[in-house]
């Protein structure tokens, strides 16, 4: 097998694909893409803090000067939303935007959350589990992230329905090459997600409560505040990364534990190594296989020169299974003591929202390994069909 991000086989299990292109080409130009792949840890993880590099390349050069076509017309709306906020902007904007935004976002907030998000999860466990089971990601993976971000921004009940879509077609304009149709459902969807925004912010500015964009919408440092467009994007950023990755750690994981019953025992009979087993499940089934830099300077990357203007593909996915860095990588350990995994990102760009990820994987895991001890594996699952964002489209159990 080749790297073949379109391959159902290869997204399936890409692991020994990444283990030849270690150990054969670390560094190499995907045709396909237009890409530079980097697949080793050390590279993966240099590459993430180096400032030579950057998330988009519009803060110092045009389309035109990087040899890139301008963005089509209709994509406007899409990029409009997803360039007001930080994840895809640099230095300065980014630093001005990450500062105000933790000013709202704090970790006292996100701790506050826990008995919430612990009320949810054992919620939507004990009613999978009087129901006999079912699809473990459709009822409980999904509902917890989505009502976790929903109570933080202050999303009307009535409206939450929403935010799965919008999230899930927003994600596909970031897969490789996305199609048309992809495209033209992602501008729909970021445009439809920020004229609801907009309402929603313009209503807390006037009549805040006990929520984030209301938080958002008062935060300033002197004179300087969000602008409502940046509001906008912080939130669809805050939806995005934090559900994306949440449901798929959840799914990726538990099939990661069928396929490892040793070290699923291991964890019924020890919950004390929840921690550990939550970090090494995001490390052995990397949600995010791939992040994308520009590199604004030229670098030189593994002995291969990467000129100014080109693109990087950092194989997360890859680098979290490099043996240089973890004993006997492809081993499943949830008790890894020493798991410096990189499936947060590393740098200015580190996930914000790493520290409520781990407390709702934590209560989602925990609520089921407490309340569904016996529950096992009712059908083969399939992958769908992403494979940057990468997870299984249902993961269907018996309790």
Known sequence: M???????????????????LRRERPVGFFEPTGQWLVARHADVNALLRDRRLGRSYLHVATHAEFGRPDDPGFQDPFWRVIRAGMLDVEPPVHTRLRRLVSKAFTPRMVEALRPKVAELATGLVDRFAESGGGDLIAEVAEPLPVTVIAEMLGVPEADRHLLRPWSADICGMYELNPSIEAQHTAVRAASEFSDYLVGLARHRREHPGDDLISALAQVADGGDALTEEELVGTCVLLLNAGHEATVNVTGNGWWSLFRNPAELERLRADHGLLP???????????????????????????????????????????????????????RLDVGRADNPHISFGAGIHFCLGAPLARIELAESFGALLRRAPAMELAAEPVWGPGYVIRGLESLQVRV
Not at 5 to 18: C, I, L, R
Not at 285 to 306: A, C, H, K, N, S
């Open 276 to 330: 550990t087993a939550i970090e090494e499940l995001m490390r052995w089934d990397t949600p995010l296989q791939m992040f994308e830099r520009w590199v604004l300077e030229d670098i030189t990357v593994g002995g291969v020169d990467i000129p100014r203007g080109s693109e990087v593909a950092l194989l997360f996915g890859s680098a979290n299974r490099d043996p240089e860095v973890f004993d006997d990588p492809d």
């Open 2 to 20: 080749k790297f073949d991000p379109w391959s159902p086989e290869f997204v399936a299990h890409p692991y020994d694909v990444y283990a030849e």
